[in-house]
């Protein structure tokens, strides 16, 4: 049970599902993926108040050739970040909620891509991509 977590429902099944249709596609294409999500905030309290609802779902995407390695990814890799709020007043266009990993590590403290040389971290996470169509 640590893999879920408290889902509006639009969220779920429009902007979220899209998302990870988006993913399956870049792995159709033949990338690899390596995906880190989670989730921040929230003061709304279910299930007697032992689960709290966050107020925002996370996922940073990097979509690398096959057996490409850390250590040899480049400024020009695909990788990509959203933070969608937790509500039912979404917009099902994920591609609306994307930001910089800066933003997204600021707002949760995480070093997200830390082990990627510094420098092509310190390109990466400054970048708003838009991914592939």
Excluded at 9 to 27: A, G
Aim: aromatic share 6%; net charge negative; charged share 25%.
């Amino acid at each position: 049970m640590t893999n879920i977590i408290p889902q509006a429902s639009k969220n779920n099944r429009e902007t979220w599902r899209e998302l990870e249709e988006y993913c399956r596609e870049l792995v159709d294409r033949g990338y690899e993926l390596y995906v880190i999500a989670g989730v921040y905030g929230g003061s709304k309290q279910i299930a007697a108040k032992n689960v709290t609802v966050p107020s925002q779902t996370w996922k940073v995407v990097a979509a690398l050739t096959p057996g490409q390695r850390p250590e040899n990814v480049t400024k020009d890799a695909i990788v990509f970040a959203v933070d969608v709020p937790n509500n039912n007043r979404i917009s099902s266009d994920w591609r609306r909620y994307q930001v910089s990993i800066d933003t997204l590590e600021a707002k949760t403290r995480l070093d997200l891509l830390e082990v990627l040389p510094d420098a092509i971290e310190a390109i990466l996470e400054s970048q708003v991509v838009e991914p592939p169509r």
